[in-house]
T-cell receptor
């Protein structure tokens, strides 16, 4: 299996622009997570999908952030408009299960976002 | 809200020294526990996990962790570290009332001097 695939690996954009991050989970996994990693705040869970349905988006910072999972093999995280404080590494992870007791989460390589 | 704490932010050891990294969580109910490692510039990889059974769990690369329910702890250990263990280590918890979510600690950066 190719693992969790994220694109792009690096993104540099200007403040105010729209940014879209993409994720392909491991085939057969039905839970998908978006995390943000910064030096100051560590690893923060932004949103968690199960069977393509958003279960918990309490970590999404504000309305500028949105996430979708149109099917079992694809998810996007969109920031519009982007701001310099959104600069971070964004990780997508997937696992299998229906709730508590999911298998371990497998992480993608991450997207390093820089907003200038 | 449930939380995960890692007490050591940065640990510096010499090769062959023993390692113990602390992890505590804030919930008294059923939990599943994980340790992940992140090598410089890479993604997180699973070191070991605990779901049930023997509270002493062995993982990859000689790491082990012990679940002590009464102390809400899941400390990571390695008897003899190597330079290649230099990385950031994250404790993560799946709390019973949080579905499939994994909550991570702040991470501990380990630097091993050759």
């Amino acid at each position: 299996d190719a693992g969790v695939i994220q694109s792009p690996r690096h993104e540099v954009t200007e403040m105010g622009q729209e940014v879209t991050l993409r994720c392909k989970p491991i085939s057969g996994h039905n839970s998908l997570f978006w995390y943000r990693q910064t030096m100051m705040r560590g690893l923060e869970l932004l949103i968690y999908f199960n069977n393509n349905v958003p279960i918990d988006d309490s970590g999404m910072p504000e309305d500028r952030f949105s996430a979708k999972m149109p099917n079992a093999s694809f998810s996007t995280l969109k920031i519009q408009p982007s701001e310099p404080r959104d600069s971070a590494v964004y990780f997508c992870a997937s696992s299998f299960g229906t709730g508590f007791g999911n298998t371990e989460a497998f992480f993608g390589q991450g997207t390093r976002l820089t907003v200038v | 809200a449930q939380s995960v704490s890692q007490h050591n932010h940065h640990v510096i050891l010499s090769e062959a020294a023993s390692l113990e990294l602390g992890c505590n969580y804030s919930y008294g109910g059923t939990v599943n526990l994980f340790w992940y490692v992140q090598y410089p510039g890479q993604h997180l990889q699973l070191l070991l996990k605990y779901f049930s059974g023997d509270p002493l769990v062995k993982g990859i690369k000689g790491f082990e962790a012990e679940f002590i329910k009464s102390k809400f702890s899941f400390n990571l250990r390695k008897p003899s570290v190597q330079w290649s263990d230099t990385a950031e280590y994250f404790c993560a918890v799946n709390f019973y009332n949080q579905g499939g979510k994994l909550i991570f600690g702040q991470g501990t950066e380990l630097s091993v001097k050759p």
